[in-house]
């Protein structure tokens, strides 16, 4: 069973940026659809941008053109790069793994089987 961590969070000013990671253990990232999730106190979780075990990609709107995820084969990490962050950007940030290959549903949280514990990120003046 593979376990993650994430990494990386923490506090910047509007139109900063931060770099999350999310270090896989006891399995490769590339045998896992991955993705990123965020969630504030109250609400549901949202998925925000994932990679297919195949290599697709996703984006959800609100975070297109400002946030790149991607798979590091060699630090065995996922990562979320963020830039041009924005107060509502604010949450807990977590990562997850699936051991379904297809995209369909890849931003729903149901479709993931591991999580890791979270970093906190948040976007303040």
């Known amino acids: 069973q593979v376990q993650l961590v994430e990494s990386g969070g923490g506090s910047v000013q509007p139109g900063g940026s931060l770099t999350l990671s999310c270090a896989a253990s006891?399995?490769?990232?590339?045998?896992?659809?991955m993705g990123w999730f965020r969630e504030i106190p109250g609400k549901e979780r949202e998925g925000i941008a994932a990679?297919?075990?195949?290599?697709?990609?996703v984006l959800r709107d609100s975070v297109q053109g400002r946030f790149t995820v991607s798979k590091d084969k060699s630090q065995n990490t996922l990562t979320l790069q963020m830039t041009n962050l924005k107060p509502e950007d604010t949450a807990m940030y977590y990562c997850?793994?699936?051991?379904?290959?297809?995209?369909?549903?890849?931003?729903?949280?149901?479709?993931?089987?591991?999580w890791g514990q979270g970093t906190q990120v948040t976007v303040s003046s």
């Open positions: 997850a793994a699936s051991s379904k290959g297809h995209s369909s549903g890849i931003l729903a949280p149901a479709y993931y089987d591991t």
């Open positions: 006891g399995g490769s990232v590339t045998s896992y659809s």
């Open positions: 990679i297919a075990r195949g290599g697709f990609s």
